[in-house]
Each structure stands twice: as structure tokens, then as C-alpha cells.
């Protein structure tokens, strides 16, 4: 079916300095290659179970991480890798993990849906949907108590617009003014199903609104205009203005996982959203700016390519949990 | 051997939670109810005073984005007590507790710990009726990841709650609320009941009774049926159910070669199959009778006066059954 999501414009957004610039691009195309790999690794049998892959959505992750500290913590949701990756997770490590190696970060035993990495703040993929919502908001907690003006994000996609927790934890998030961002990253599809089938009201944005907390919908697709929205709720929440909730609008360019054939994809639709690219689109600002040049980008590509081939090569050589591994770490 | 005072349970479960956080600014309380209304049995009474809304946290009726919080919490710093008000509610929790809480460390290969309490009133009486009576200690028992605690006494209430808060995993406490008013000795100052280790509450011969909560007390009572008729029973109270003392409850089977296993759950593939199977494998050799189980009946847990008593287990029905057992009929 058709989806009727409004379709994002050109990015009315001032570009930050070169540096900043070119930081979000690196990210976003690091973020872009592993998917990409990890859709060859999942086909081709390499990677066992079931991937979600976040391709097209890399403005969501960037935007929001760019401008958070290593104190500051994050909850993904099951399309995490993206998130992982612009909060700083170790490339080699994740792909260990992802392919269930022992030098993963849950040594192999947690796979995509169940990243950590508390060492860049990173609560975890999760394999329930809603279910990081809470944990940011409690962090958000801890974050208030001990007074080091952390900010929480719990990122999560339109599906979870669907969960009553998220109301829940709203709802006492606003009430107790903590410190946390609700992202959704709405890709207009939960699993298989367009949002407009099990969605009800006009537009979910109220769903923020009612609880008196400030929410924005914003292009999704556009890594400044995420940046931007994510540096206001920001500062609101590092000053103790409590939550808000943000809207995301973007596109999943895979299925809800690698093999899903996407029937219910409309074609026209998909071209749509793949000319908004967000790399390209950033990749195009700052070609006109001067900030880059096409070789320059080339060789950013090709460095992230060896980078991401290079943890795959380490990871394909690290050894397997073993039955030793089976217990440990059950109890603290 | 600590001095000790006579005080109630539920001034027992206190007197461990403001220790704990006189010792520990992280350790906050959540729940619905706690603050300045001192909880719906009296059991947080006095802590908002002396703690403040920051550490004693009042939650809106949501218990299942609560309780999410309060791991969030714990992965970050706290040592959180969160509240169930009566046991049936933990159904309420269930997702954050199974599929996050439990499996945390585990998934995060220790990166992140989830050091908190789910403190839990359970058990039959007052006529509340069926979604305010169970006892569903099985649940949590069931899965890794979680220790399961239920003490019967004054004293291993508050010895086992210091334990449960100090541990850096999540701990269930259940505590069954008509024991709330029970008066016993209570060890003054800092003491901490090591969670794991049951304790044989009376030393018998013929039999051993093994029994959960506040089945202790009733198993207590039977034995001194039992002795007027010169059956000699031992009472075992394992006190944590996850990890389980195996070894003190083999060793009182080995000795008496008899056992009948008493739980205020539901019996139906509950806490009762789990300890007489357990015991069965260690002590076969040793056993001179199939193992007895006895819980709480089958049924949603009715409100009527004439029904709710026929639920648990009496002294007497116990007595009576164990009499059987030792004697060789049954």
C-alpha cells in the first residue's frame, strides 16, 4: 500500500563548520556500509538468525548522537545498529557480536538484538518493542539525581507509537521532569503493516502533546534538521525543562528484516524516499559549499570500507563462545 | 550473637530499608503509595519523612513503565525497591522483570548490572478475593537471571531484605502480608540473612517438613500436633527459593527419610514439585516414601468466607497427612 507520510524538503538548515559537517557524513556512511555488509553477511548465511537493518534512517541515529557526551546514555530499540554505531560503539566488537562471536560485546550470546555498551552509554538493542523506553527514562532518573545534567534518549520506531508503555513512561517522565528524548524514528511501517492501518487520530504527534510535553516533528531525512531539533530538546532537558518528544519521518530501505520481500511496499513510494537520501543529500551540501570535493568523498568511502572489512576479517576469526561461556554472568 | 528486640514483621522489613538507605544514598523506593501515605499496609511508614520525595518515590498507577524505570534506574547507578502492592499485580511487571531485568547482565556479559529489589505482598486472607490473594512466587522462581527470596520470620525479613538490596542483581521478595503483625525476636543493628542458605526452623527425627512463608508457621504448629503423638518432625525453612540450599534440605531428608513439602502456591506445577523432585534425585536411596507435596488449591482464590479458609493448608490437615506419611499409609 501506498504511504501517505509527507514528504520531507530541502533542508532549510545552516551547515555546522567542516569539520562538524564532514563528522556527520563519516557517521552516517559508516553507519550505511555496515548495513550494508551485514545484509551480505545475513544472506549469505554468515550471520545467523534474523537482522533488522536500519539503512536509510542513518539521520536519526547521527543527528541525535552527534551532540551527545559519553556520560550521556541511550536506549535503542531492535533496528539498532545505527544507534550503536553513532554513539561510538566499537565496529569490530559489534560485528563480533552480531556474528555471535566470543569477542562480542555480550560474548556473543545477546546477537543484534541485544547490544551493550556502557562504556559509550549505550543501554542496549533490544528484542521488545518499547521495551529501551523505560530504561532511558530510568537513567533519565539516575541522570537527575546525581545532578551531572546527563540527558537519556530512547530511541525507538512506530511501532512502539502502538505500546502502552510508552505512555506510561511519558507520562511520568513529564511528571517528574526527567531529563530524556522520546525519538521516534517513524519509518512508516511497523513489521509489515503501514502506520496509517493501526494508527489512529490525525497525526501521533499528539501523543506527546498530551502530556504537556514539547514535541516536534521533523525531517527525518535530513541530518541537520534531526540535529537541530535534538540540540533544542537538549538543552531543554540539561536544564531541567524535562522531556520531549520527537517525530522523525524516514524510510526503511530494507524490509522489517534481511529476506523479507517487502510485498507491501509501494515502488513509486520507496524511489520517493531514496531520492532524499540523507548521505546524498549531505554529501551534496557540502560538495557546493566546498567543504569536499568527490575524491575526497571516495576515499572517506573507501577508508570506511576497509574499516567495516576489516572487523568483519577480526570477527570471522575470533573464536565461538564455548560451553564455559553458557552460564556466565547469569547473576551479577 | 547480636542483641536482639521483639518487633514485627513489618517493622522488621522497615528497619532493614532505612538502614540500607542511612548506608547507601543510592538506594531509592518506588511504588504506588510509599510516600507520604506510608504504603497500603504501613509497610514504607515514616521513610518520606526521613528520606524525602527524591528517595521515596510515589509512581502513578503504572506499574509496568515503573518498574521499566526503576531497571533503567538500576543499570545507571541506583539500587532501587520497587513495590508490588499485592502479589497478583506482578503479573503488571512481568515483561520488564523477565525479558529485562533477568537478563541484563547476562546479555551484557556483566557491562551493566541490575541491582534491585521487587518487594512483593502475597498470600490468602481478608477476603480480598481472587486478583488480590495469589501467591505467584513460581513465576519469578521459574526464571534465570532472578534470586527469589521469601522469608517467615521477623528476623529473616529484615537479614534477607539487607541482602536482597546489597545484592547486584535482582532479587524478588515475597512477603506474605497476613505475617505483616506476626511479633518475633529481631537481631538489633546492621544483619544480613545470606540469600541461599534455608535454616532448619525445629529439629525432628521421622520427618521433614519443608516448608515456604508462612507455611513455616503452620508447618510449626503441626509438628506440635505431631509430637503429642510422638512423631518427630523436622521443620525446614529454605527462606531463599532461588538459589535453593539443597544441601541443608538433602541433609534433613537423608536423616529422616521422609519428607512432605508445604508452599502457599498454587501447587500445579509450582514450587512444591520443584523441591520434592529436587530432593527426590539427591536422597532417593535414602527415601523410605514417595515425597508429599502440598500447596494452595488449584482454583482462583475465592472471596467468600466459608471458601477462602478451605484454600491453604491448617495445622491440622498437615498433621494429619504427615501422620499417614510416617506411619506407612500412605
Not at chain 1, 502502538?162 to 519509518?187: D, K, S
Not at chain 1, 501521533?204 to 516536534?216: H, N, T
Request: glycine share 10%; hydrophobic share 45%.
Amino acid at each position: 500500500m501506498s504511504s501517505s507520510l509527507p514528504m520531507p524538503t530541502a533542508s532549510a538548515q545552516p551547515l555546522p563548520s567542516a569539520e562538524e559537517a564532514l563528522r556527520l557524513y563519516r557517521s552516517m556512511q559508516l553507519i550505511r556500509t555496515f548495513e550494508d555488509q551485514v545484509r551480505n553477511l545475513s544472506s549469505g548465511g554468515v550471520i545467523p538468525g534474523l537482522v533488522h537493518l536500519c539503512a536509510g534512517q542513518e539521520a536519526v541515529a547521527v543527528g541525535v548522537c552527534d551532540l551527545l557526551g559519553v556520560d550521556d546514555m541511550i536506549a535503542s530499540n531492535h533496528r539498532g545498529h545505527g544507534h550503536c554505531l553513532a554513539k561510538g560503539a566499537d565496529v569490530a566488537r559489534m560485528m563480533a557480536e552480531i556474528m555471535g562471536r566470543r569477542t562480542g560485546y555480550g560474548l556473543g550470546r545477546g546477537g543484534t538484538l541485544h547490544i551493550f555498551d556502557a562504556a559509550h552509554g549505550n543501554l542496549g538493542t533490544t528484542g521488545i518493542v518499547g521495551g529501551g523506553i523505560p530504561l532511558a527514562a530510568g537513567a533519565a532518573l539516575s541522570a537527575k539525581r546525581n545532578g551531572r545534567q546527563q540527558v537519556a534518549v530512547a530511541f525507538f520506531g512506530d511501532g512502539a507509537l502502538n505500546q502502552g508503555l510508552l505512555f506510561e513512561v511519558m507520562n511520568m517522565a513529564a511528571i517528574w521532569r526527567l531529563p530524556v528524548l522520546f525519538v521516534c524514528e517513524n519509518n512508516g511501517f511497523g513489521e509489515f503493516t503501514a502506520i496509517e492501518d493501526v494508527t489512529a487520530g490525525p497525526n501521533p504527534i499528539a501523543r506527546g502533546l498530551a502530556f504537556g510535553i514539547p514535541s516536534e516533528t521533523v525531517d527525518g531525512m535530513d541530518v541537520l534538521a534531526v540535529r537541530a531539533a535534538a540540540q533544542r530538546a537538549l538543552e531543554r532537558a540539561r536544564d531541567g525543562g524535562g522531556p520531549t518528544f520527537l517525530i522523525c519521518n524516514t524510510y526503511r530501505y530494507g524490509g522489517h528484516h534481511v529476506g523479507d520481500k517487502q510485498e507491501y511496499k509501494d515502488d513509486a513510494d520507496a524511489k520517493a524516499w531514496r531520492q532524499k537520501d540523507p548521505i546524498e543529500r549531505l554529501g551534496r551540501r557540502l560538495r557546493e559549499s566546498g567543504f569536499t570535493t568527490d575524491e575526497m568523498i571516495a576515499a572517506l568511502k573507501l577508508d570506511i570500507d576497509k574499516e567495516v572489512r576489516a572487523a568483519i576479517d577480526l570477527a570471522k576469526a575470533a573464536p565461538l563462545p564455548t560451553a564455559d561461556d553458557l552460564e556466565a554472568h547469569l547473576h551479577a | 550473637m547480636p542483641s536482639t528486640r521483639t518487633a514485627t514483621y513489618r517493622a522488621a522489613v522497615l528497619e532493614a530499608l532505612s538502614g540500607e538507605m542511612r548506608l547507601d544514598d543510592s538506594v531509592i523506593l518506588m511504588g504506588e503509595d510509599i510516600g507520604a501515605a506510608g504504603g497500603v499496609f504501613k509497610q514504607t511508614d515514616g521513610l518520606f519523612a526521613q528520606f524525602g520525595a527524591d528517595r521515596v518515590i510515589d509512581t502513578p498507577i503504572s506499574e509496568s513503565g515503573a518498574f521499566g524505570i526503576a531497571v533503567g534506574a538500576a543499570m545507571t547507578g541506583q539500587r532501587p525497591i520497587f513495590e508490588v502492592m499485592f502479589g497478583d499485580f506482578i503479573t503488571l511487571i512481568m515483561d520488564q522483570l523477565v525479558n529485562q531485568a533477568a537478563k541484563i547482565s547476562y546479555m551484557s556479559a556483566s557491562q551493566f548490572k541490575v541491582p534491585l529489589v521487587v518487594r512483593v505482598a502475597v498470600g490468602v486472607g481478608g477476603n480480598l478475593g481472587p486478583q488480590h490473594s495469589q501467591s505467584l512466587h513460581a513465576w519469578s522462581a521459574h526464571i534465570p537471571g532472578l534470586k527469589v527470596v521469601m522469608p517467615s520470620t521477623p528476623a529473616d525479613a529484615k537479614g534477607l531484605m539487607a541482602a536482597a538490596i546489597r545484592d547486584d542483581g535482582p532479587v524478588v521478595f515475597f512477603e506474605d502480608r497476613m505475617l505483616y503483625n506476626l511479633r518475633d525476636a529481631v537481631p538489633n543493628g546492621d544483619y544480613v540473612v545470606p540469600i541461599g542458605s534455608a535454616e532448619v526452623k525445629r529439629l525432628g527425627r521421622d520427618v521433614s517438613i519443608i516448608a515456604t512463608g508462612r507455611m513455616v508457621h503452620t508447618a510449626l504448629a503441626a509438628a506440635e500436633l505431631l509430637a503429642k503423638e510422638e512423631i518427630s518432625a523436622e521443620v525446614i525453612d529454605p527462606r531463599s527459593l532461588v538459589p535453593l540450599d539443597v544441601d541443608t534440605l538433602v541433609a534433613s531428608v537423608k536423616k529422616t527419610s521422609r519428607a512432605i513439602v508445604l508452599d502457599g502456591g498454587y501447587r500445579q506445577y509450582g514450587i512444591t514439585g520443584e523441591i520434592a523432585a529436587t530432593v527426590t534425585e539427591h536422597a532417593f536411596d535414602w527415601l523410605d516414601a514417595p515425597v508429599i507435596r502440598i500447596g494452595g488449591a488449584d482454583v482462583p482464590i475465592p472471596f467468600s468466607a466459608s471458601l477462602e479458609p478451605l484454600v491453604l493448608p491448617d495445622a491440622q490437615r498437615l498433621a494429619r497427612d504427615t501422620a499417614a506419611l510416617v506411619r506407612g499409609l500412605r
